[in-house]
């Protein structure tokens, strides 16, 4: 049977005083560097209720593309809420200039960003009750923990960098449509999203597909951002998407915040590999 | 529609996609088979089971819990208090977040249970069974049952968790119904609680949003708006100015105070007009978890970590006017009950708490039941991550003590499931413990990996020390298992592979996976990186490949149809997230990739271009050239997403294809492919992270013969188990059929795929067909008519034809399969079979009821007895099975008094199998046949007769209740009938199926004891009676009927049948009874079957058909060749085999 485990009675000694080391002082060090990297992710959410009260400070984006200037758009975000929206559409075909605008009463949530906000406190929140007079007994603790919050973070990442997909009737039927003042024309949807650290903002311009056309009518499924040609069942109607105009501005601060999360989903994934590096030695513990 | 099906996905055998996704598609075949048996080898230490959510039952009786493993616990709960644990139920492939009632728990005993990943599962916690699943894309972490009897058929699952709103599911069906909206900003929702108001006869439901929001819905009188699927808004809304919101309870006794507990503070609310009375802050690193309203103005608050605090509310102006009244609560007279306007001031006084000794592990997970009736208790619970479960008894009327001083509550039980274990040790054997070989006595081996190769019935287990044990599987279950097997221990042949210096993480038998490879091989991988290939027959190693990475922690195949160069590969998954490619029979290493920074979780291949695509825990992707070891390309997010999912549906190999180009060109379509009406609710949950099986249940699915040894481990431990699990359906295959139909389990992955599909779609024709054609060779075409006629009911012309067609060509499949392989069948002995039989029905007869019958048993039926009870368990599907926890059966006390070391499943079982045993016939027995022969013949053939009812009994009691309803009990039979596709149930019902459906459906003709056996099954059915009793009570029940008859008659009765050598009639009728013998040829002849004496197998059929069916309108039928010579019978195998190739 020879040596077994390789290590000697007093390597195991040290080894074991290094990982209670690990327990007891490197995991809290790495929870605290965590906290403070999520509460600064938090912060760019405006979390309400927590600090300064009072109204959550509005920020307006300017929207554009790079290629043509057909749809122009300012986009006023206050926390997950767009508060404001002013879109301005050239047609292509007459050069008719559309403006439209967010009626007063009106907010749109933007899900997204809720979801994300909301994610990242749970990950707050389950890091907040395991402060430094809290003691780690085994390994197997910490890594529930680090699964626990890593977890969260993946899904609020996965929110920003994941827009929903959406079927044409999905976007006809959301309630942003009937959001703005003059009424969106029916020939016209709106779609907003965030795409990264990016708020997207799509028009889609339609026109009718004749009962007797040769077209081979077949609906499109769901997508972020549909292509021309797609087509769908609205009503009686049969509708096609003739052009599709796609402007974006970048968030700053969704910006820092994914890179807090990339971060501290990289702190997190570190510490479950130390501890599991003592977990191989240590497999007889009930770990 | 290029790359789209070119690559090929092996996933990590611990991870489950969300979206069902199989590796080779053998879920089809294995949803056929539909319960498997269990037996847990737990040994000493208990699997974790870290309480994530707990509950106790209406009746007190029963306390559940789930657990962050994913598993869920039953424990009983006695009337004196105390805790054993009972069940251990397997169905979650990640943690359980909440629990909750899902029916009026007096009528349903079900309890819904919501996973991490979207999972919900309602099970019957009586019978421990699964009764409905369902995946939403929504994560739950508060579910509140509500029923409105008057207005509602079945009731609602309101649920909340990290979406928006409150989402209103089907409490039946877990299907989607309807939501609560809020028109004022609508959030994420912590706590919901139904408030049923006597007073204004409405009920409410009143929910409290991340943000702090709450918001009241109408709920009685919206249901019908639910219904119609209008909008319902929330009637009010106020902020309640904190966050994280634990929990809401409204104050049913005084319906006037709202209890609303906040991590960092509670809060009481008048329920009138939502104003504040009071506010307490939580202490210094405390955080609250939640609350109840135990009496009129009596709360009790707990804690994350355990301690509870139960406070009278005090009104001050009461108090000034009536101090003596200080703790005997507020009068009525104080608070006018017509609810006008009067402003409370009350404060909290500190009654009573609770602790616990030691509060380290958080976090505690803490309830509290009020007493219902008389016998009933007030309880506080709490179940922590460690596994304990505390319960404190509160007293009626909680006082402080004479002080003033809160007085302290003493902790009435506190139980875990480890104490189970220690308390029933005996009854907890592991299969390593008998490894001893090499081992002192009290050092036991910690088995870390291991690895059952049915076709050579070996079991390879891998230790924590570095050595590898294989062993023979059975011989190990039997010693460990059975009494007398202990002697077993010494002579069990074992090797003992040495070559690992840490403990051996991972094994591979390559072989198991594609028959092309060597069979000697094995693969295993250690803690140290070190890869060893090794000849299991000589012991030698074969090479050891150095990884240079962290622990090995799976090995995996490359599919068929990826080969490099014309081999498969080997891939080898490392802790420190590292992917190594092995070429075996180069010996060589032929790519290290080590790039990722998370953890691998899916590997795909794609064969044209010989990509490996690594898919990793953050939702990134790696391609990796094979050939040349470069990193092609890195991909995260939705890209990535498209890649990994876009080799989802299909494995065929399109030559063309180039990977870069085929993403992009199908973005848009698998974009599209995408559910998108998940989309408009909550937050889509992302497979990647979130699916991570607990543990290695997913493994069951691969299993395909009679028997299988699993290690069964748990995330985040090391600690690991193993199940022993038995196959009625196949082992009834395998005991019944021709040679020909004996597949070797270990045939390559892709042809006995093909072979089940076949078997699955017509499986019934293709089995008469084929019993038929080996019995009577040649005249084969004659016999077809009579077994297809029998499985349809309508018994229409065309039917049998068109299936009869069918089956012939299944049949021709499967030929040409076999000649592919020639070698591979009859690899598993008919020993094996026998044995394995003998073991399960070791296993599932209740020892000790009798004690006659006991060493009846043993003495005719050559079975073990049982050491103590077992585990039993039941997989009822693909990945849902529940196993039976050391020391289920002595949590009755008076049981325990009445028979030591039985087996009994339940006091039930008694009656049950009385109740059974009164719808025999009396003048009817067992097969007189087998009275007389005490020979292993006469064994096998009881083994197999009662095997065939336990498969029935199965069936029937598993067959889902829409199938029973709404059917007349001939119509109900016939139906379970068809369904049943083994030949296993041919025998059982042949007395009432074939005169049944050949005397043109004349009910009159039945014997009436089958029909009433088979209602008997069908309502215990009903009364969710489970398998296991219900196999039990049969089996005990035919095992006394067969064992009286064997006292009754001395064994010295004459063998008169014996010279009956050409009673054709009753042969023809029953050519499936022929079949039944065909088993026991093999057995016991271990040589060659065709050459036992025909006599006996004659005997021996004749009796049971003279037993089974009535003779009146038998047809006349073709001469069976039983009487040729065991040569010519060879012959006509042989002719068979060819005819039935040149015949299609």
Redesign the interface.
């Known amino acids: ?1 020879a ?4 290590a000697t009675a007093a390597e195991r000694a040290v080894l074991e005083e290094e990982f209670r080391w690990l327990l007891h002082d490197e995991v809290h060090a790495v929870l605290r560097q965590l906290q403070d990297i999520l509460k600064e992710a938090s912060l760019r959410f405006t979390l ?3 600090g300064t009260e009072g109204p959550t400070k509005q920020e307006n984006f300017i929207l554009g593309s790079c290629g043509t200037d057909q749809v122009k758009g300012v986009l006023t975000l206050q926390g997950d809420a767009l508060s404001q929206a002013d879109v301005n559409l050239k047609m292509p075909r007459n050069n008719q200039l559309l403006h439209f605008a967010f009626r007063e009463d009106k907010q749109w ?1 933007l ?1 997204q960003i ?2 994300a906000r ?2 990242v ?2 990950a707050i ?1 389950l890091l ?4 430094e ?3 780690f ?1 085994t390994g ?2 910490v ?2 923990l680090m ?1 626990a919050v ?2 969260q973070l ?2 609020a990442r ?2 920003l ?2 827009p ?4 044409l009737p ?1 976007i006809a039927a ?1 309630g942003l449509t009937r959001m703005f003042a003059p009424t969106l024309p029916s020939d016209l949807l709106v779609n907003v999203y965030i795409n ?1 650290n990016k708020l997207c903002l799509t028009v889609y311009q339609l026109h009718t597909l004749q009962p007797n056309s040769t077209k081979n009518f077949r609906p ?5 951002l549909h ?1 021309p040609g797609a087509m769908f069942e609205w009503g009686t109607q049969r509708l096609e998407v003739s052009h599709v105009h796609k402007v974006e501005s970048v968030i700053p601060w969704l910006n820092d915040a994914l890179v807090f999360f990339t971060v501290s ?2 702190l997190c ?1 570190q510490l479950k ?1 130390k501890i ?1 590096v003592f977990s ?1 030695y240590w ?2 513990r ?2 | 529609m290029l790359t789209h099906s070119s690559i090929l996905a092996t996933e990590i055998p611990w991870i489950k996609e969300l979206h069902g996704l199989q590796p080779m598609g053998l879920q089809d075949s294995f949803t056929m088979r539909s319960s498997l048996q269990a037996v847990a080898l737990w040994g000493k ?1 208990a699997p ?1 089971h ?1 309480i994530t959510a707990i509950m106790i039952t209406d009746d007190q009786q029963m306390i559940v819990t789930g657990s ?1 493993e994913g598993q869920l616990c039953l424990w009983n709960l006695s009337s004196e208090l105390k805790i054993s644990a009972k069940e251990l139920l397997f169905g979650h492939s990640a943690s359980v977040m909440c629990l909750a009632r899902a029916r009026d728990f007096s009528k349903q005993p079900f309890v819904v249970s919501a996973a ?1 990943n979207g999972e919900m599962c309602v099970w019957n916690v009586t019978n421990g069974q699964c009764v409905e699943k369902a995946i939403l894309p929504y994560r739950h972490t508060a579910i509140c049952y509500y029923h409105c009897s008057a207005r509602m058929t079945e009731g609602w699952l309101l649920c909340c968790g ?3 709103d409150v989402l209103i599911i089907d409490a039946k069906s877990l299907v989607i119904i309807h939501t609560f909206v809020s028109s004022q ?4 929702i912590n706590c919901i609680c139904i408030v049923h108001s006597m007073t204004i006869q409405e009920d409410s439901l009143l929910a409290v949003s ?3 929001e709450l918001k009241v819905w109408d709920l009685s009188s919206s249901i019908n708006s639910i219904q119609e699927k209008q909008d319902v808004y929330e009637k009010e809304s106020k902020f309640l ?4 919101c634990r929990a809401i309870r409204f104050c049913t006794y005084t319906e006037r105070l709202l209890l609303v507990v906040f ?1 960092k503070c509670w809060k009481v609310y008048d329920y009138c007009d939502f104003s504040l009375l009071w506010t307490e802050v939580s202490g210094s ?1 405390q ?1 609250f978890a939640g609350g109840e309203v135990l009496a009129a103005h009596r709360i009790i608050i707990w804690t ?1 970590d355990g301690h509870s605090y139960i406070y009278q509310l005090l009104n001050r102006w009461a108090q000034m006017e009536t101090a003596y009244k200080t703790f005997s609560g507020l009068s009525k007279s104080i608070y006018p009950a017509d609810g006008t306007l009067l402003k409370e001031t009350i404060y909290p006084h500190l009654l009573c708490s609770t602790s616990v000794q030691e509060n ?4 505690f997970v803490m309830g509290y039941i009020n007493e219902r009736k008389e016998p009933f208790y007030k309880i506080l619970f709490s179940g922590e ?1 460690s596994g304990r479960i505390t319960l404190w008894h509160i007293p009626d009327v909680p006082v402080s003590k004479f002080d003033g001083s809160p007085r302290e509550i003493p902790i009435t039980t506190t139980w875990t499931l480890q104490d189970n274990f220690d308390k029933h040790s005996t009854t907890s054997q592991t299969i390593s413990d008998y490894f001893s070989g ?1 081992k002192d006595e009290n050092e036991t081996v ?1 088995v ?1 990996s291991s690895e059952y190769v049915p076709s050579l019935d070996k079991l390879i287990c891998g230790c ?3 050595t590898i044990f294989i062993t023979q599987a059975l011989n190990a279950a039997k010693a460990g298992l059975l009494e007398g097997g202990s002697l077993l221990k010494g002579s069990l042949p074992q090797k003992v592979l040495k070559g690992h ?3 051996v993480t991972s094994l591979l038998y390559p072989h198991g996976l594609s028959s092309k490879l060597d069979q000697s091989w094995l693969v295993s991988g250690d ?2 990186s070190w890869v060893i290939l090794w000849n299991i027959f000589t012991e030698e190693i074969l090479h050891k490949f150095f990884l240079q990475a ?2 090995v922690t799976s090995l995996l195949m490359s599919p068929e149809n990826f080969k490099l160069r014309s081999y498969q590969v080997i891939c080898c998954v490392c ?2 997230h590292s992917v190594a490619l092995l070429h075996l029979e180069g010996r060589r290493c032929l790519l290290s990739a080590r790039k990722h ?3 691998v979780r899916m590997i795909k291949w794609h064969p044209v271009e010989n990509f490996l695509v690594v898919g990793c ?3 990134s992707v790696y391609i990796w050239e094979i050939e040349t070891g470069t990193l092609e390309r890195h991909e ?3 890209r990535a ?1 498209i890649i990994l999912n876009c080799c989802d549906d299909s494995q065929l190999p399109k030559p063309e294809s180039i990977l870069p180009v085929a993403s992009e060109t199908h973005k ?1 379509k698998s ?7 998940l ?2 609710f ?5 497979p ?3 699916v ?1 099986s607990s543990c290695k249940v997913a493994d069951a699915k691969s299993f395909s013969g009679p028997f299988n040894v699993l290690l069964v481990k748990t995330k ?4 690991g188990f193993h199940i022993l699990l038995f196959d009625l359906e196949s082992l009834l295959e395998l005991l019944l059929p021709t040679p020909i139909r004996d597949v070797d389990p270990s045939n390559s992955f892709y042809c006995s795929e093909i072979l089940r599909r076949a078997k699955s779609t017509v499986e019934k024709t293709t089995l008469t067909l084929k019993r038929n054609k080996t019995v009577c060779g040649p005249l084969s075409t004659e016999v077809h008519a009579k077994p297809v006629g029998e499985s349809p009911a309508q018994g229409d012309n065309t039917i049998k034809l068109s299936e009869e067609n069918d089956g012939v060509k299944k049949q021709k499949k499967i030929k040409s399969f076999k000649k592919m392989h020639p070698k591979q069948s009859r690899k598993v002995d008919a020993n094996l079979t026998i044995d394995t039989a003998k073991l399960l029905l070791s296993c599932l007869l209740p020892w000790g009821v009798d004690k006659e019958l006991d060493n009846l048993c043993i003495k005719h039926l050559n079975i073990l007895k049982l050491q103590g009870p077992v585990s039993l368990g039941l997989a009822a599907n693909e990945d849902h099975f529940s196993l039976m926890l050391p020391g289920w059966d002595l949590y009755n006390t008076e049981m325990k008094k009445d028979y030591s070391k039985v087996n009994l499943f339940s006091r039930k079982v008694l009656d049950l199998s009385d109740k059974y045993t009164s719808t025999f016939p009396n003048h009817s027995g067992m097969p007189k046949g087998l009275e007389n022969n005490s020979d292993s013949l006469q064994e096998s053939n009881t083994i197999v007769y009662l095997l065939s009812k336990l498969f029935l009994v199965n069936k029937l009691v598993n067959m889902p209740l829409e199938l029973a309803y709404g059917m007349d009990s001939a119509f109900k039979i016939e139906s379970v009938h068809n369904k049943m596709k083994s030949p296993g149930n041919d025998i059982l019902n042949i007395s009432s199926f074939y005169s049944y459906l050949r005397n043109g459906k004349s009910e009159s003709h039945l014997p009436e004891a089958d029909v009433s056996l088979l209602k008997l099954i069908s309502c215990w059915r009903d009364q969710s009676v489970q398998v296991t009793e219900a196999i039990q009570a049969v089996l005990l029940a035919e095992v006394q009927k067969h064992m009286k008859t064997l006292r009754k008659t001395p064994v010295n009765s004459e063998p008169e049948s014996v010279a009956k050598n050409g009673d054709y009639e009753m042969m023809q009728m029953l050519p499936k009874i022929e079949w039944a013998k065909e088993p026991e040829l093999q057995c016991t002849t271990d040589t060659f079957p065709p050459q036992t004496p025909v006599s006996s197998v004659k005997h021996d059929s004749n009796s049971n058909s003279a037993n089974f069916q009535d003779t009146e309108d038998m047809p006349d039928r073709c001469v069976l060749e039983e009487s040729e010579s065991p040569g010519k019978r060879k012959h006509h195998l042989w002719i068979e085999k060819v005819c039935s190739c040149k015949l299609c």
């Open positions: 049977m040596t077994v485990m390789a309400p209720g927590s949530k899900q809720q979801d909301n994610h406190s749970q929140y907040a009750n395991r402060d007079s809290y003691q007994r197997a603790e890594l529930k699964d890593m977890l993946t899904r996965n929110r960098t994941t929903a997909t959406l079927t999905e959301s990264l499109a499924g769901g997508a972020v292509s989903l990289q994934q590999d599991s191989s497999s007889c009930p770990f | 230490k974790p870290s962050q991490e990290e979406y928006q900003s609508p959030d994420w991340v943000a702090g100015d904190s966050l994280n991590s690193g955080f994350e380290k592990s958080l976090p991550v090499f910690v870390t924590e020390d570095g210096h840490h403990s803690q140290d962290g622990l802790s420190d920074l998370f953890p825990a953050d939702d995260t997010g939705e997403k848009h974009v599209e492919q995408r559910s998108s009406s989309s408009q909550g937050p889509i949950p992302c990647g992270l979130q991570e985040w431990s090391n600690i």
